[in-house]
């Protein structure tokens, strides 16, 4: 009741006043952090997203192409490499006869 009849009257209580001061002051200091949480936050994204802007760049740049038709010549060189392997092996062991020997296990 004596509040209210101070406010009425405009009688200010100074001790109140200073409380809710210190109060807002506080709070100001816990929002400040978190805005310097948050541009902490903020800067990590920022670098993260020109990483990645690299990273797209350099994966956009890449023919697909030209990658697909360097991998079939590649793969049709190393298969005329076998297959010469094979014809000189084939060739070296003409006439040769193999015999394999099975013996049951113990």
Do not use: H
């Not at 670098?47 to 697909?64: G, H, K, N, P």
């Not at 010469?84 to 113990?106: A, D, I, R």
Request: proline share 2%.
């Amino acid at each position: 009741m004596k509040k209210l009849i101070q406010k009425w009257l405009g009688i200010v209580d100074y001790d109140d006043n200073i409380a809710s001061l210190l109060g807002l002051r506080a709070r100001i200091e816990d929002l400040e952090s978190k805005c310097d949480d948050l541009k902490y936050d903020f800067e990590g994204l920022e670098y993260t997203v020109s990483e990645l802007e690299c990273r797209i760049d350099e994966v956009e740049s890449i023919d697909i192409e030209n990658l697909k038709d360097d991998l079939k010549s590649e793969t049709d060189s190393l298969k005329e490499e076998v297959n010469e392997v094979l014809s000189n092996f084939e060739s070296m062991t003409e006439g040769y006869t193999v015999s394999v020997k099975l013996n049951p296990p113990s």
